[in-house]
Nanobody
């Protein structure tokens, strides 16, 4: 699975962005998909994940109520809709795939495939 993340940019606090992650490969629909982020000087952290086949979702506390992860298996794409953005949300956002799991997993070492990252900057 190859992943290509896009949609990052500069947004004012309180604004919204939608990140997309396009996947290649026949196994996309059979992968848990996750979004992670990494701010300068910090470890990469889990943001949101979506299972297969049912599409159950799971969020970090920091994302609950503000972010929504979804997937379109027909388009081999996973999305992260982010709203009410805060300066603390600024980071490089990565999508990742975990083909060995059906339920969402939250640690980076369980994801086998990673996109290149897309920068999100939030101005106060």
């Amino acid at each position: 699975v190859q992943l290509q993340a896009s949609g990052g940019g500069l947004v004012q606090a309180g604004g919204s962005l939608r990140l997309s992650c396009a996947a290649s490969g026949r196994t996309f629909s059979r992968c848990v998909m996750g979004w992670f982020r990494q701010a300068p000087g910090k470890e990469r952290e889990f943001v949101a994940g979506i299972s297969w086949p049912g599409g159950s979702t799971y969020y970090a506390d920091s994302a609950k109520g503000r972010f929504t992860i979804s997937r379109d298996n027909a388009k081999n794409t996973v999305y992260l809709q982010m709203s009410s953005l805060k300066p603390d949300d600024a980071a490089v956002y990565y999508c990742a795939a975990a083909p060995l799991f059906q339920r969402v997993v939250v640690t980076t070492d369980l994801y086998d495939y990673w996109g290149q990252g897309t920068q999100v900057t939030v101005s106060s």
